[in-house]
């Protein structure tokens, strides 16, 4: 109840203008958020390079409600590319469809996500696009494929909590699309996504297997150990090169297993968010695990 509680909060604009513009807030979000600025993104993913981690930078932001707010986000992601390549980092860039104009044309922010991944594959690098909540499944899916057509430079994210995913990861598979997997962090009925976590990680390892020997590289985006566990079991089996896949986690969430898996040779990468607007992506992180919430009370009331 608390999870789909947090997730219903974290749409709302007048709670996320108040704890984004509050000091204490603001500095407490620097648990998961890297900072507000290109430049604090850049510094953390040197942090992760010189720990012999990849990332993946994200300028937060989600659900635009104008072209031009659209249109800045594709300027501040053709920003980053140039950063990454002039600093020299091992990194990509994920992105949101809805952060490039979903909610207001498919064609819109196919055009944007295009000049993207074109930047991208310009600088020999990857545009990953995250996946949001079910109503954008199916749109997001179809877009890559398109711009997959067009582009290898260009992947996306499968989530292991829907019903749809097997299918979802055979069709994107037929067009040589790189993928991502991961639980799923949004609030879903039951008509399209399993309840129960058995139900869920069962699902995770199933597509796991199925990526795991397709042949493509994809990254499996994940803190459960036990859902690591798997896949290492899985690549030991079939005999599956460190190399040929990686793992992915979330930046300032465990970092101790971040650390052994890079310790072990696994390949790692980090996802790296910043920006002014983390309320959402901040909100969800807090949802994953209720302790977050009374760490970051207890924090908010100490003096
Ligand atoms: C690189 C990356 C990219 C992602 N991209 C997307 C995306 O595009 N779309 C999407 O819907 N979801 C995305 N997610 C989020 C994902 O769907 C899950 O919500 C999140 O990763 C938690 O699931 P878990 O696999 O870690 O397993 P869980 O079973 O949720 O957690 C396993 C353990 O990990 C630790 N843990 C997990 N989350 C937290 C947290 N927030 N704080 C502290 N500890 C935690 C805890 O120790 C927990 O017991 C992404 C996750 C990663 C790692």
Redesign the pocket.
């Known amino acids: 109840m608390l999870r789909a509680a947090l997730l219903k909060l974290s749409d709302s604009k007048r709670l996320a203008n108040w704890v984004t513009t509050n000091e204490k807030t603001r500095k407490m979000s620097r648990r998961?958020v890297a900072g507000e600025e290109l430049a604090d993104a850049l510094a953390a993913a040197k942090a992760c390079n010189d720990m012999g981690m990849h990332a993946?930078l994200d300028y937060l932001g989600e659900n635009v409600s104008t072209t031009a707010d659209a249109q800045r986000a594709r300027d501040a992601y053709l920003e980053i590319f140039e950063a990454i390549a002039r600093e020299r980092l091992h990194a990509n860039v994920?992105c949101?469809l809805t952060q490039l104009g979903l909610d207001l044309s498919s064609e819109f922010s196919e055009g944007l996500a295009m000049s993207i991944v074109e930047a991208a594959a310009r600088h020999d690098n990857f545009l990953?696009v995250?996946?949001?909540?079910s109503n954008y499944t199916q749109r997001t899916i179809e877009l890559v494929k398109r711009v997959r057509m067009q582009s290898p430079a260009v992947g996306t994210?499968i989530?292991s909590?829907l019903y749809r995913s097997e299918q979802d990861v055979q069709d994107l598979l037929a067009y040589g699309c790189r993928i991502?997997l991961?639980?799923?962090?949004?609030k879903e009925p039951e008509e399209v996504a399993y309840k129960s976590?058995a139900d869920?990680?069962n699902n995770?390892v199933r597509l796991m297997k199925m990526l795991l020997t397709s042949g493509f590289y994809h990254?499996i985006?994940?803190?459960?150990?036990?859902?690591i566990a798997a896949t290492i079991r899985w690549a030991s089996e079939k005999r599956i090169s460190k190399d040929d896949f990686e793992f992915?986690?979330?930046y300032?969430?465990?970092t101790d297993?971040q650390r052994r898996l890079v310790r072990d040779g696994y390949r790692l990468?980090?996802?790296i968010p910043f920006g002014r607007d983390w309320f959402p992506y901040f909100m969800?992180?807090?949802?994953?695990?209720p302790?977050?919430l009374g760490f970051f009370v207890r924090n908010f009331f100490r003096k």
Request: charged share 35%; net charge positive.
């Open positions: 998961f993946s994920s949101k990953r995250d996946m949001e909540g994210v989530q909590y991502r991961c639980k799923g962090a949004y976590k869920v990680d995770y990254g985006a994940t803190h459960d150990p036990k859902m992915q986690m979330l300032g969430v465990r297993l990468r980090i996802y969800r992180r807090l949802a994953e695990r302790a977050n």
